[in-house]
């Protein structure tokens, strides 16, 4: 029988040991990330990544063609605090005490608190958010999210509750789906907040608002959108961040916002991946 001073392992033996299982175990995960980018480039050959507007071959995946890229009017620099529109100027840093508003905003306050865009509503963006909305091209949702990331810096915190804009049910069953609501719920996975599909309900059938006067459209939405009973806890003085599509107006989001305050909402802000240049 072996003493105990028998079987006890060198140092050297120890190390030895060790550096051969860390060296077996990176040549296994190298083997591992090359069958992976294999695979991956396989895919890529027999199916090649497309532009998100055009569906032109692209380099990379979930990105814009040359030619779409240039047509993306991203919003930068100063902005209206109130509904993102560009304005002439640098852009003043978040920690600046007095934040920029438009002539509009001005003259018809908006019952939220801050508001950005990503894009102008024109050219690539007007595409994506039709194909998005009316094409059943909901793969876009994704892509749009990290836009709005990065357009609603300084929005919103780790307790912001994310809505979407609601729509009324007899439209969402035409539909099948709430392109806004799309867009809310890869924002807040993406940025880890929580989300609340249906905060707001529209329980009133809106006409279209595509040729109406501005008067028109805020009295098309009076009285048409709440916070359902059963989620006024939830919201009462949290901060809330509503996410729509496209804003036009901003007939739709005030309604919205008025329901949340109205709800004893925090503060209320409003992130949109598209807004028109002017309102209409």
Request: charged share 20%.
């Amino acid at each position: 029988m072996l003493c105990p001073d028998c079987v006890k392992v060198r140092p050297d033996q120890t190390i030895s040991w060790s550096f051969g299982l860390a060296f077996g175990l990176l040549l296994e995960l190298s083997a591992h990330k090359e069958k992976s980018l294999n695979l991956q480039s396989a895919m890529h050959f027999l199916y090649p990544p497309q532009c998100l507007s055009c569906g032109e071959e692209t380099s990379a995946d979930f990105a814009l063609c040359a030619e779409c890229w240039r047509e993306a009017a991203f919003i930068n620099g100063l902005v209206c605090d109130v509904c993102g529109i560009p304005l002439p100027g640098e852009p003043l840093s978040e920690e600046a005490e007095e934040h920029p508003f438009c002539d509009d905003c001005l003259a018809r306050p908006k019952p939220w608190d801050r508001g950005r865009a990503a894009l102008l509503y024109q050219g690539t963006a007007r595409r994506m958010v039709m194909g998005l909305k009316h094409r059943d091209r909901q793969e876009l949702a994704s892509p749009m999210a990290m836009w709005l990331k990065q357009a609603g810096q300084g929005l919103f915190s780790s307790d912001t509750l994310v809505a979407p804009v609601p729509l009324h049910r007899h439209r969402f069953f035409t539909r099948r789906f709430n392109q806004s609501a799309l867009l809310a719920a890869q924002f807040a996975k993406l940025c880890n907040l929580s989300h609340c599909p249906d905060l707001l309900k529209r329980h009133k059938a809106t006409r279209i608002q595509e040729s109406m006067t501005l008067p028109e459209r805020y009295e098309n939405l009076s009285q048409a959108i709440s916070v359902p009973s059963g989620h006024l806890a939830q919201i009462s003085r949290r901060p809330i961040l509503l996410i729509d599509d496209v804003m036009t107006s901003g007939a739709t989001l005030s309604a919205c916002a008025e329901a949340c305050k109205s709800a004893d909402a925090a503060e209320v802000n409003v992130l949109v991946l598209a807004r028109v240049a002017r309102d209409t």
